[in-house]
């Protein structure tokens, strides 16, 4: 059985950091892309930043490119999202997720598996 569960959010001030973290457990291993998605109050969930778990090629939605970083410990269990430069904007439900199979990295539809999600609330 999958489990996904993140930790790591918060409150912070604008230009400030946070790391998220996301322990995987169940099959892990055998994991396709491994990503982070948020969901802000009334809007759709979208993919924020997304690795390929077997060649470690990442993705990052344009909002976050340059500020934000996806990393995989060398196991593959645990996900990490490094957030610096941090934005009002970028307050939302943050979730750690997980596919088997290929296919936009970045979209929630390859993904199967899903945390239970952290907050993180940036304060300008």
């Known amino acids: 059985q999958v489990q996904l569960v993140e930790s790591g959010g918060g409150s912070v001030q604008a230009g400030g950091s946070l790391r998220l973290s996301c322990a995987a457990s169940?099959?892990?291993?055998?994991?396709?892309?491994m990503g982070w998605f948020r969901q802000a109050p009334g809007k759709e969930r979208e993919g924020v930043a997304a690795?390929?778990?077997?060649?470690?090629?990442?993705y990052y939605a344009d909002s976050v490119k340059g500020r934000f970083t996806i990393s995989q410990d060398n196991a593959k269990t645990t996900l990490y999202l490094q957030m610096n430069s941090l934005k009002p904007e970028d307050t939302a439900m943050y979730y750690c997720?997980?596919?088997?199979?290929?296919?936009?990295?970045?979209?929630?539809?390859?993904?199967?598996?899903w945390g239970q999600g952290t907050q993180v609330t940036v304060s300008s």
């Open positions: 169940g099959y892990a291993y055998s994991f396709y892309f």
């Open positions: 997720a997980a596919a088997r199979w290929g296919g936009q990295p970045l979209s929630t539809r390859p993904y199967s598996y």
């Open positions: 690795i390929n778990t077997g060649f470690r090629e990442t």
